[in-house]
C-alpha cells in the first residue's frame, strides 16, 4: 500500500475553516431560533394585551351589573315605578287617581284608558281624563298627584276656567296621565 502523507494544515486556515463552520452553523440554527424566539415573545406581548382587555371587559360588566343591581334595588326602594303587570299596572293607577280625586272632592266626568308605549323593559300607561273643581281643590290634588309613588305625570293639560260659586272660581280640565309600569325585579 503506497503510504500517503497528510500534512498538517497551517493554523490560519484550520481558523477560517472553525470560523466557517460557526458561520453555517449561526446561519442553518442560531439566526432562525432567534427570529422563532422573537416571534413567541411577540405572540405572548399579544396574548397578554388580549387577557388585559379581557379583564378589563370582565371588570367593566362586573360593574357594570352592580350598578345595574343598585339601580334595581333604588327603583324598588324609591317605589317611583310600578312593579307588575300592565293591567293590574293600569287597575292600580285608576283606583289612586279616584282615590286622590275624591280625597279633594275632584269631579271626574270622564277617565279613558288609552293605549301603553313600550319603553325598552318599561311601558308608559296613559289615562286621560275629564272633570271640573275649584282652584283650591285642583290645586291640592295636583300636588298630591305631584308627590305621588309610584310617579304619575301630568302631560296634554288643558283646563279653562268657567265660572264662579259663592266667590270661587270653577275649572274644567282634561288632561293625560302617565306612569311607568315594569316588570318585577
Not at 149 to 175: D, E, Q, S, W, Y
Request: glycine content about 4%; charged content about 20%; overall charge positive.
Amino acid at each position: 500500500m503506497t503510504s500517503l502523507s497528510v500534512k498538517p494544515m497551517s493554523p490560519g486556515k484550520a481558523w477560517l475553516i472553525l470560523i466557517g463552520l460557526f458561520f453555517v452553523l449561526a446561519c442553518a440554527i442560531y439566526w432562525p431560533l432567534n427570529e422563532f424566539r422573537q416571534q413567541q415573545l411577540q405572540s405572548e406581548a399579544n396574548l397578554e394585551r388580549l387577557v388585559l382587555k379581557k379583564r378589563s371587559i370582565i371588570e367593566g360588566n362586573k360593574q357594570l351589573s352592580s350598578n345595574v343591581a343598585a339601580v334595581k334595588k333604588e327603583i324598588n326602594q324609591s317605589k317611583l315605578i310600578e312593579l307588575s303587570s300592565s293591567s293590574k299596572a293600569m287597575n292600580q293607577l285608576q283606583t289612586t287617581v279616584r282615590e286622590i280625586s275624591a280625597r279633594h272632592l275632584i269631579s271626574l266626568t270622564q277617565m279613558q284608558i288609552l293605549n301603553p308605549k313600550k319603553r325598552g323593559p318599561l311601558s308608559q300607561l296613559f289615562i286621560s281624563i275629564k272633570g271640573y273643581s275649584s282652584i283650591p281643590k285642583f290645586y291640592r290634588f295636583l300636588v298630591e298627584l305631584e308627590n305621588h309613588k309610584p310617579l304619575i305625570r301630568v302631560t296634554n293639560a288643558n283646563i279653562v276656567p268657567f265660572g264662579n260659586n259663592k266667590g270661587l272660581a270653577k275649572l274644567n280640565f282634561n288632561f293625560t296621565l302617565t306612569m311607568l309600569n315594569g316588570a318585577p325585579l
